[in-house]
């Protein structure tokens, strides 16, 4: 039996006229005080401007808010922001009086952060996951994920837009669409896509919504939008952060990640968030290793002496795609790695057995989420959220929503075919896979193109994806940095680096070197009128 190639795609996703504004400027609606934000602008740059007294945290948040307004709900109409959490001011000027006595919380003091919109928060903002059945759904209490955040000091501006359900809905989905909160866009580019499901994490902080993100994976769905999006993304090992309380498809794929700017942003964001969770076994796996601080790995200079394997097959024949990575090969060459040449990671089985294993525990993972919620939910399982969708005008005028209903077909956890599909894919992605190559050709980590330039977005068929590379990692579970790396017409694309389970100090180093050394990053200018190409 083979995976019909319609339901392929949902495995591998989940997971010249400028506007008339001003893009990195905009004034202060509670005050005449004017700030002017770069828009490449750095965790560290903001906080020596709090300490500096070039503006407050208040200042500083009304001036997202005030972005948020212009260019995702407004302006371009980017689509990035679902909701605004209506008290971020009422918590940037409590940071403020906070800082003022002394009181810094953490590494994130005051710094502005989206969360994709199927993590949970307790305050005023619901987690849709964009769905219309989810739109009034309030959790009553924030993921650790979310509270890890406060605890360090950051403001949660508000939710993210996001392929529907992860993108685990439907035959021929847009990345990037929620019945919630429409369709995203590129920044890059208005008319193509952003990719997903992370969509609206990745363009906020392309476009300068907010300094960090964070978004989610099952297979793509944090890389990808990063590298359509031209920024970093972090897709960490399954286990080194909790998934308790983010709408769930895969427990053996999910975790959260973060998405910045720059390398160390993302790493800064990322120790923040490894706190073990005694009620998420992942973060109680044997031979876990998580910092509190990644930063402490990002050094200059690292590349001499790795043995880097360069995954080829993904780029097929995309010849423009091939120079780029020819010249990412290059660098890594001239800096003293030593480079060598993979056809393959793991067989082509592997996708329908991770398919089968994703349709049976995003049926039981969804049921639990919806159960732990109680009386909060909307709908009580997802036989009942499938009845209110296809009744659903909003959600039935592009998608099918056909996958949802083949989850529900499938038995429990206890199934034969689940368990020996769950068992194939591990092995075939694990021990026969990425830990065969690595141990194999004695590797520090792998390379491969993240994904081609961004397609452009078509609701009535579907995404257009082309080159992808991130099944192998997200299979079995190992992370995945992507980082940009060029840009084709000027759509950015990244390079991913991936490897063992819990290297991210490595994989940190490796991609620091090559960010630093390199600069690829490119900021969006919003076109809406491009020549073709």
């Known amino acids: 039996m083979t995976v019909n190639k319609k339901y392929l795609f949902q495995i591998i996703i989940f997971s010249f006229f400028l506007i008339s504004i001003t893009p990195f ?14 828009p490449e602008i750095t965790i560290s740059e903001i906080q020596q401007s709090y300490k500096d007294g070039i503006y ?4 500083l948040t009304q001036y997202y808010l005030n ?3 212009s260019l995702s709900f ?6 990035a922001v679902i909701t605004v959490n209506p008290d971020a001011m009422k918590i940037a000027n409590q940071l403020d009086k906070d800082m003022k006595n002394g009181k810094a919380l953490g590494i994130l003091h ?3 952060i989206l969360l994709k919109d199927n993590i949970d928060t307790k ?3 619901p987690c849709t996951a964009g769905s219309m059945v989810m739109k009034n759904s309030f959790p009553d209490q924030d993921s650790p994920l979310a509270e890890q955040l406060r605890k360090a000091g950051a403001i949660i501006l508000g939710k993210a837009n996001m392929s529907e359900w992860a993108n685990f809905h439907s035959n021929h989905s847009s990345s990037g669409w929620s019945a919630v909160g429409g369709q995203a866009k590129n920044p890059y580019e208005l008319s193509r896509n952003p990719c997903g499901s992370s969509s609206g994490s990745a363009i906020a902080v392309s476009a300068n919504l907010s300094v960090l993100a964070i978004g989610t994976e099952t297979n793509g769905s944090i890389v990808c939008p990063a590298n359509n999006n031209g920024i970093v993304g972090i897709k960490p090992t399954v286990g080194l952060i909790s998934r308790r309380g983010i709408i769930p498809i895969s427990s053996s794929q999910d975790t959260g990640g973060p998405m910045a700017r720059t390398v160390r942003d993302a790493a800064i964001c990322l120790g923040t968030l490894t706190e073990i969770d005694a009620e998420d076994n992942a973060t109680l796996a044997s031979g876990r290793i998580a910092y509190t601080d990644y930063t402490q790995f990002l050094k200059v200079n690292k590349l001499k002496g790795k043995r880097i394997g360069y995954y080829k097959k993904p780029l097929g024949s995309h010849k423009r795609m091939t120079v780029l990575m020819e010249n990412t090969v290059a660098y890594f060459k001239a800096q003293g790695a030593t480079i060598i040449e993979l056809n393959e990671i793991t067989n082509s089985s592997i996708q329908h057995d991770s398919f089968l294993v994703l349709l049976y525990e995003f049926k039981s993972g969804l049921n639990s989420y919806l159960l732990n919620m109680g009386t909060k939910a909307q709908v009580s399982n997802l036989e009942e959220l499938i009845k209110k969708t296809f009744n659903d005008s909003i959600e039935m005028k592009y998608h099918d929503h056909e996958l949802l209903k083949l989850a529900q077909s499938k038995g429990d956890l206890n199934s034969k075919e689940y368990l020996k599909a769950l068992n194939k894919a591990r092995k075939n992605s694990r021990k026969e896979g990425i830990d065969k190559v690595m141990d194999e050709h004695q590797l520090d980590a792998i390379i491969a193109p993240t994904g081609g330039p961004a397609w452009k977005t078509d609701l009535t068929n579907g995404d257009n994806l082309g080159i992808f590379s991130s099944s192998p990692a997200a299979i079995a579970g190992y992370p995945n940095i992507s980082v940009p790396m060029g840009q084709i017409d000027g759509l950015p694309v990244g390079v991913s680096i991936f490897g063992r389970p819990w290297t991210e100090n490595i994989l940190l180093e490796i991609a620091y070197s090559y ?3 390199t600069q690829h990053r490119i900021t969006p200018t919003f076109k809406t009128n491009p020549m073709n190409h």
């Open 110 to 112: 005051g710094i502005p």
């Open 25 to 38: 400027d905009t004034p202060n609606k509670t005050s005449n005080k004017k700030i002017n934000i770069q």
């Open 67 to 69: 972005r948020i307004d």
């Open 56 to 59: 407050t945290i208040s200042e």
């Open 515 to 517: 960010e630093q050394g």
């Open 74 to 79: 407004n302006g371009p109409q980017l689509n």
């Open 123 to 125: 305050d005023k903002m």
